[in-house]
């Protein structure tokens, strides 16, 4: 797992602990609070409904900051639909191509998702030149030359000509890189291994005479 990956999966289950714990007990967090200070008489006197409703906003807030990112997602879904139906009543009428969802997922590391997203808008605008360069782009670097390679014949569908070459230079030039990828790995495993080699001689001490 990469460092953002374990990032992600760290604020998920802070988010959904304290989403869970609010549930659980709406006064947990208040006896937590009672207990960290003491000496302020949280659950009496006239304050004690004030703090509780302090405690739970607090941790909503903490939990929605833990999980901005998906609720984005989902969050702006229904809102979409709903000025798509203001704005396209027709339901035939496909929306605009929404590129955001997929930058979402290439920042998390969703590779596989994010083809998904641009596949999908290929499939509804054919005439999306950044759906294919991002699509092929997206492909390669989630291992799927095969994805790649069929974004790449979909280009077809374009009605330039002078469009159509430069996805195809896109996909030459992304495939290249791809193949080079064993390599390069290679060269660096070796160029490493060169460099501890000498470290290693040197720790080693010389007989004496």
């Known amino acids: 797992m990469t460092f953002r990956q374990i990032l992600t999966a760290i604020r998920w289950m802070i988010g959904v602990a304290l989403i869970g714990m609010l549930i659980w007990n709406p006064m947990a967090m208040s006896l ?19 703090t509780h409703i302090f ?8 939990a929605v900051i833990c999980l901005r990112e998906p609720l984005v997602a989902w969050v702006s879904y ?4 709903f000025f798509s139906n203001i704005f396209y009543p027709d339901e035939k009428v496909v929306p605009p191509p929404n590129y955001n969802v997929a930058t979402l997922y290439r920042e998390q590391d969703r590779l596989d998702e994010a083809v998904e997203v641009y ?39 374009l009605t330039e000509e002078t469009l159509r070459g430069h996805i195809a230079a896109i996909y030459e030039e ?20 060169a460099t501890e080699e000498p470290a290693e001689n040197s720790g080693e001490e010389t007989p004496g005479r």
């Open 32 to 50: 937590l609070i009672g207990k960290l200070f003491p000496k302020i008489e949280w659950g009496t006197s006239e304050y004690a409904t004030v």
């Open 55 to 62: 405690i739970a906003v607090a941790t909503v807030i903490a």
């Open 78 to 81: 229904p809102i979409r639909n």
């Open 119 to 157: 596949l999908g808008i290929l499939h509804h605008h054919p005439q999306e030149v950044l759906a294919y360069v991002e699509g092929i782009k997206t492909a390669f670097d989630a291992s799927q030359p095969e994805t790649a390679a069929k974004i790449a014949g979909l280009a077809e569908r």
């Open 174 to 193: 992304a495939r290249q890189e791809y193949e080079l990828r064993p390599l390069e790995t290679e060269l660096e495993a070796e160029a490493e291994a």
